[in-house]
């Protein structure tokens, strides 16, 4: 009955965990990367599609200002405010996984076309890993210079 029982358990934990999903943290990297460049072109661009893409449908963000937003504010405000003389550059981005979550921290530069003149704001990202994608749940910008 113990040799039963013990050989159930096992063949229970071996279905358990086989069934589970793998994710492949290379490709996921490259994705969250290329997604933190093409948030920032989006934004400056008004290109909702791709902010819809990223942003997962319960996002909430803090905004430079410290105002709270969602994925529906920052799709109807990227329309309004698309702003086509400055030109987004992110870098230093550093990303680690935690499971099915994971933490994107970097920088970005708004250059000004017209003078050059820029600002810096560095950001931290939550990404999940749910209905196989990654998505962000939640975003935090902070002004580094005036």
């Known amino acids: 009955m113990k040799t039963k029982l013990k050989s159930l358990i096992i063949l229970a934990c071996i279905t358990l965990f086989s ?24 934004i400056n661009a ?26 529906q504010t920052l799709i109807r405000e990227s329309k309004i405010k698309a702003n086509q003389f400055y030109k987004p550059k992110v870098f230093n981005v550093t990303i680690r996984f935690y499971g099915m979550a994971a933490v994107a ?25 749910r209905d196989k994608k990654w998505q962000i749940v939640a975003a935090q910008d902070l002004k580094l210079n005036p």
């Open 19 to 42: 069934c589970a999903e793998r994710v492949d943290y290379v490709s996921s990297q490259e994705y969250i990367l290329k997604s933190a460049e093409e948030w920032a072109e989006a």
């Open 46 to 71: 008004g290109d909702s599609a791709v902010i819809d893409r990223i942003m997962a449908d319960d996002f909430v963000g803090v905004s430079l200002r410290g105002d709270l937003y969602d994925k």
């Open 105 to 129: 921290q970097g920088n970005e530069t708004w250059t000004k076309i017209e003078d050059s003149t820029s600002t810096t704001n560095i950001w931290t990202d939550t990404w999940i890993y």
